[in-house]
């Protein structure tokens, strides 16, 4: 208690202006398209964690808090690849306009706001993906289906978008969605009566929830998968659409990484941390954000997942991040910017916000069916990340 109190005035001291208030931040993280990690709305600021092979060794986060960033404190914000335009799309980042969507272009490092037509699902209960190939949000909220066409946009554009409404789902408004997408199909987990191991599906092209579910036996000798409510965010592929799809029940318990194209289930060790947690996902790895802003990563092998199945989850010892600010049951505070000593209030175990993400290609039309065509960008965009490959 009294060496906490100390550490949290140590803190107060070394934070300086960045003295925690008692908000509701939502932090989240999210991959630009060369898989360099963000962490947004750390005590106000945001950071780049670099790639993948930078992580075994301590990281030091580069500050690119800039001017248009939403503060982070929504209900439940959420961050989203959009990956053929290196742009990151905030879901409920700003309180006091939480319907709009913060783009972040990855880029050039700079943010705008997306006004969005007043009517579309709750921005604080809603779970969403970001469709790869039509750049177009999918929401469920409250049982029923909406989708936003976010076209080509890097930056905001003056015409406000919209949410259109699609169609009831068949689970229910009950249910609290776990869902996740793969191959132009989102996948949903823990829907009513659900055998484990299986997913509903709603193919997004033809607009239609699948009459039968998909079965995804495990592969590796483990049990197949809870049909409980849990995080799951997908995989990218370089130049294609996601096919491994990862799962992560509330308890913790495992990491199921499914695939659609196989209709199999590779079962590796659940998060070390097993607190209420986001997730996000590149090509390789997969990585956790916990309430109190610890950031961990599991390493995956798309060519190979049952030999890598044995993989650890690994803490990134990221230097001089602010710790989170969340308002536990009591009201408490933490707010320490050093991963080593960390302040203990509880995060608040209210409703779970998702993480999931997805990605685009283009596209203006009018509503997700059958409408891929390419950018102009594409190729550049396939010669960078062929490059990136290599380098890989
Ligand atoms: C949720 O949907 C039910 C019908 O399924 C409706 O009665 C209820 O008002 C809706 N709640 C909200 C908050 O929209
Ligand atoms: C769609 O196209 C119209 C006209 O070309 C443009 O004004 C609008 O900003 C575009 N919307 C998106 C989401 O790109
Ligand atoms: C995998 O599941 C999908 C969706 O149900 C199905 O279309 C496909 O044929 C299945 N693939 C195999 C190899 O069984
Ligand atoms: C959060 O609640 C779920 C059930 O609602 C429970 O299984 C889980 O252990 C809780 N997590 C924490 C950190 O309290
Ligand atoms: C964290 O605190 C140290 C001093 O303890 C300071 O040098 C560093 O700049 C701080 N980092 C951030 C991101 O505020
Ligand atoms: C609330 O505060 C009390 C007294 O400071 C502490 O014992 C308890 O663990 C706290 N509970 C939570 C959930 O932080
Ligand atoms: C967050 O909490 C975990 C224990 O659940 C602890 O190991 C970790 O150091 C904390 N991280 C921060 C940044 O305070």
Known sequence: MVS????????????????????????CIAFDSNFNLYAFGFGGKDFQ????????????????????RPPFDGKQTTCYLSQFFNAIYVLDGDESDSSAVHIFNAGAGSW???????????????????????????????????????????????????????????????YQPTMALAQNHIFFIGTPNAQPATAEIFV??????????QGFPNV???????????QATSFFIANAVQENVAYIPDDGSATYIFNVEQNNTVTFAG????????????????????QNGSISFLPFDPSNPVSGASASWSKIDVQGLPALTTTGSNGSTSGSNSTTSGTGSK????????????????TNSSNGDIAISLPISFTMFVAVLSMILTVF
């Open 4 to 27: 906490s109190f100390f550490q949290y005035l140590v803190s107060i001291v070394a934070l300086g202006s960045l003295v925690p208030r008692v908000v509701d931040a939502t932090a």
């Open 49 to 68: 964690l670099g790639t993948q092979d930078a992580w075994s060794s301590s990281v030091t986060p580069k500050d690119i808090t800039s001017n248009g």
């Open 112 to 174: 705008s706001t997306q006004k969005v037509q007043p009517g579309g699902p709750n921005p604080g209960s809603l779970v969403a993906i970001l469709d790869h190939d039509t750049n177009t949000f999918y929401a469920v909220d409250n049982g029923t289906l909406s989708f936003m066409d976010l076209g080509q946009l890097v930056v905001a554009n003056n015409t406000p978008v919209s949410w259109v409404l699609a169609k009831n789902t068949p689970y229910g408004a009950a």
């Open 204 to 213: 997004i092209h033809f607009s239609f929830f699948q009459s039968t579910s």
């Open 220 to 230: 590796n000798g483990g049990s197949p998968f809870p049909e409980t409510h849990g």
């Open 271 to 290: 998060p070390t941390d097993k607190s209420e947690s986001t997730y996000a996902a590149s090509l390789t790895a997969l990585v956790q954000l916990t």
């Open 347 to 362: 995060p608040s175990n209210g409703t779970n916000p998702s993480s999931s993400s997805g990605s685009g290609s283009n």
